[in-house]
């Protein structure tokens, strides 16, 4: 699959609205079609996952953004389908405590980085300090913070400090995936109107996200700086149509296989005498009675 559709260049300065179609779904017409693709990445991953591990010398870092009802948790379920769940590990981040509150706000995305071999999943992350922070600048001064440049200047320092930190995972073995699943405004009204309607989706409707909904504009606006601040090359974004959950789920899936296939993953070679002992031991079994 081709991924340029998807990926924000580094440098570049994109529209969500001119640049993206939340409905695009590729050359895939029949969603069955997509759908057995997605078995099959599903099971590849499976496999490049489990060399990962033996391997333990990366970790791979998947940071999922979007709006509510855009459907990441549901791709988290299915793309990671297969995955064994001791190489894998999901954190989803929601308002800081007062733990959090005393520390940068970096502090709790680093305590919850993925070990070398391991696949760690952020369901939402530290990006949320450019988006509802900036959407709601009252947040900010909760922070505790002793003092921040004024206007504009916070968000650029922020930018530059989150390039950074990505920097140095990427140069310390932390492959580093970013994910925007973009929703159109008219599919989450439906998709909000389903929960509604549903008694088992009661549970995942909250009345602020309502609240939140009236700030779609302000939203798009600081995604897109985030877009053109922090896809880099080391650290890309991928804004990934997601009117489509089905193909959304394609996409994410492809993406990753792609990126673990890129590694060269290998099984750790052991010494030869380690051979001589395995060769050893089955002699041993095999002359068993």
């Known amino acids: ?35 057995k693709k997605l078995k099959t990445g599903v099971l590849q991953l499976a496999k490049y996952q489990d060399v990962l591990y033996a391997q333990n010398s990366y970790s791979l870092l998947i940071i999922f953004q979007a709006m509510d009802a855009a459907g990441k948790d549901s791709t988290i379920k299915h793309v990671m ?45 530290y990006y949320e300090e450019l988006l509802i922070v900036r959407v709601h600048p009252e947040i900010l001064k909760k922070q505790q913070l002793p003092k921040f440049p004024q206007g504009n200047q916070i968000w650029k320092q922020r930018f530059e400090e989150i390039n950074n930190f990505e920097k140095y995972l990427v140069n310390n073995g932390v492959i580093v995936l970013k994910f925007f699943l973009n929703v159109s405004k008219s599919v989450q009204r439906k998709r909000f109107l389903a929960r509604i309607d549903s008694p088992e989706k009661h549970w995942k409707f909250s009345a602020s996200d309502i609240r939140e909904r009236a700030f779609w504009d302000d939203y798009m606006d600081a ?42 993953l290998q099984y750790p070679e052991i010494s030869e005498e380690n051979k001589k002992q395995l060769q050893e031991a089955k002699k041993n079994l095999e002359a068993e009675n």
């Open 81 to 125: 389908s297969g995955v064994n769940p001791q190489g894998c590990q999901v954190f989803s981040f929601k308002s800081p405590s007062e733990e959090e509150l005393d520390h940068d706000y970096l502090w709790r995305s680093m305590k919850s980085l993925p070990e070398r071999g391991r696949i760690g999943i952020f369901n939402r992350s």
């Open 1 to 35: 699959m081709n991924h340029d559709p998807y990926i924000v260049k580094p440098g570049s300065h994109i529209s969500l609205i001119k640049d993206y179609n939340p409905g695009y779904r590729c050359e895939f017409h029949p969603k069955t079609d997509a759908i």
């Open 223 to 264: 995604y897109e700086q985030v877009f053109n601040n922090t896809s880099t090359e080391l650290a890309p974004w991928y804004i990934v149509p997601a009117d489509r959950k089905w193909f959304t789920r394609l996409v994410v899936a492809d993406i990753i296989c792609t990126k673990l296939q890129e590694l060269n």
